[in-house]
């Protein structure tokens, strides 16, 4: 645009200085300054139309940078959440490991060999609780004869689900 400007400058100072005394180069010189003047118009219109683009994206890089602050505060409290509830997990599993321990030194070696066995074959759970008749490892119901049996037999006696083969633990709400 200022290349077009000093070049229609120029040319008008030619013009007005009297330098060009041929009609035909005086036509020539004017009509040239009036393409100019158009060329500049029209360079003018781009430069505001890329101008206006420019303050569009401006505001949409302004407005993106907003929501990525915003997302990256969101993804630092997640996280910190995270690492508080896996700090959580860390601690109660210390905690249940200690407990392990300390009951499983009063369960008796083959016992405890038989519910590590069946807590590898199970998925995790080698005991389960016997509940209102039901066995909750399974949720399948005992049968009377099998009922019959868990009524009668001794309290120490290790007792397992006929469904799942998992130990059963006999506690109040057993429904014996």
């Not at 009668?152 to 014996?176: K, Y």
């Amino acid at each position: 645009m200022d290349q077009v400007r000093q070049r229609a400058a120029r040319d008008q100072k030619r013009l007005d200085s009297g330098a060009v005394t041929s009609p035909k180069d005086l036509e020539n010189l004017q009509h040239e300054i009036a393409s100019l003047a158009k060329r500049q118009g029209n360079l003018e219109d781009i430069v505001l139309e890329v101008m206006e683009r420019r303050e569009s994206v401006q505001e949409r890089i302004a407005e993106l940078t907003e929501r990525v602050e915003s997302l990256q505060s969101k993804i630092g409290d997640a996280t910190s959440r995270r690492d508080a509830a896996a700090e959580g997990i860390d601690t109660e599993i210390a905690t249940a490991t200690k407990e392990r321990e300390v009951i499983s030194g009063a369960v008796p070696a083959d016992l405890l060999k038989l519910y590590d066995k069946l807590r590898q074959q199970q998925g995790g759970v080698g005991a389960a609780r016997l509940y209102q008749r039901s066995c909750d490892g399974c949720r399948q119901e005992l049968a009377i004869t099998e009922l019959n049996e868990v009524r009668s037999a001794a309290p120490d006696t290790v007792l397992r689900c006929e469904n799942c083969r998992r130990i059963l633990v006999r506690t109040p709400e057993s429904g014996l």
